[in-house]
């Protein structure tokens, strides 16, 4: 860790050239996805088969297997769409700043990785626990919503409120 | 450890894991098998997926090293490790193996081209270099470039 950034001055400085940067942001996509989807599909609660995941895409075993490889580079947006349906997450894609791209390489979707699927039921508990709080502080909340990168509380607000803004 | 990427935008904070791994490299290939020298002579494509590849590995823990990102060998050529990836439409095959807590060294840069080695003997090239390594950590060095 270089002094509280995710990247160091040499680093920055040996990706200076483009043909190279661009192959190294490929690679990191494409490494990305591939571990996601396994990691999805292994998670313990769901510990799904390549062919399980497949089934639920309407995809043959072999097409999961290739998915899930990382030098596989002809993944479309409309595949992505559908393997975030079949665990019934959604999809966000973006063209990040270089300084926020640095940072989430390096949030690996590792063994402890979990994702939840579509619960309408925790995720109303969740904005109703957020407007109870709003209201038993009686103050203005101003902040972002952060989503939990790891089990446990499923999130956090960070908040600014009326008086700290005020000050 | 959370850190903010960009302090001027705390929407963007996210969770970021340090660097477990480092890397090092047999100093002393030939012009065929040298790690730094099939590096340098190898297109963009192969440097750009060899540097991502390391920094991903670096950041994950022993037990999730495994394919289809590296592999460990069996037979007679246990104890040797192969990072797996492809470049140039070759598949790219570095031979290593972990030689210190958290520290994994190349020894020679083979191929693979329909199930088998080029050059056929890396396997044991490499294990023999392995040998000479383990003998003398100074025929070494650290990989030339950062992970972070």
Redesign the interface.
């Known amino acids: 860790m270089q002094y509280g950034l995710p990247w160091s001055e040499e680093f920055v400085r040996e990706l200076a050239d483009k043909e190279l940067r661009d192959e190294f942001v490929a690679d990191q996509i494409r490494t990305r996805v591939a571990m996601l989807i396994r990691a999805l599909r292994e998670q313990p609660d769901r510990d799904w088969s390549q062919s399980e995941l497949g089934r639920r895409m309407g995809k043959p075993q072999n097409v999961i297997s290739r998915l899930e490889d990382p030098d596989y580079g002809k993944m479309s947006l409309q595949t992505l769409l559908e393997v975030a349906a079949a665990f019934d997450l959604p999809l966000w894609i973006d063209i990040p700043e270089w300084e926020d791209w640095f940072g989430k390489i390096r949030d690996l979707p590792k063994k402890n990785f979990a994702r939840s699927s579509y619960d309408a039921d925790r995720l109303a508990a969740e904005a109703a626990a957020a407007k109870a709080a709003a209201v038993a502080s009686k103050e203005i909340r101003f902040g972002s919503y952060v989503p939990a990168t790891s089990p446990g509380p499923r999130a956090k607000i960070i908040e600014f409120s009326s008086r700290s803004r005020a000050a | ?1 959370r ?1 903010p ?2 302090g001027n ?11 477990l791994w480092s890397f090092r490299y047999y100093a002393h290939g030939d012009r065929k098998t040298g790690i730094r020298h099939c590096h340098d002579e190898g297109s ?2 192969l ?3 060899f ?3 390391l ?2 590995l670096a ?3 022993w ?2 090293w495994r394919e ?2 590296i592999k460990a060998l069996s037979g007679s050529a246990r104890g040797l490790h192969e990072l797996r ?2 470049a140039d439409g070759v598949q790219q095959r570095p031979l290593g193996f972990v030689s210190g807590i958290r520290e994994f060294t190349f020894l020679l840069w083979a191929t693979e081209k329909g199930g088998r080695f080029v050059p056929l003997s890396a396997p044991e090239t490499a294990l023999r270099i392995k040998d000479e390594v383990r003998g003398d950590r100074s025929l070494t060095n650290a990989v030339w ?4």
């Not at chain 2, 935008?9 to 340090?18: A, C, G, S, T, V």
């Open positions: 450890m850190w990427v960009n935008h705390r929407k963007n904070e996210i969770f970021i894991l340090p660097v963009k494509k440097q750009g997926t540097r991502s590849r920094t991903t950041g994950l823990d037990d999730e289809p990102y990836f492809k470039f950062a992970l972070e």
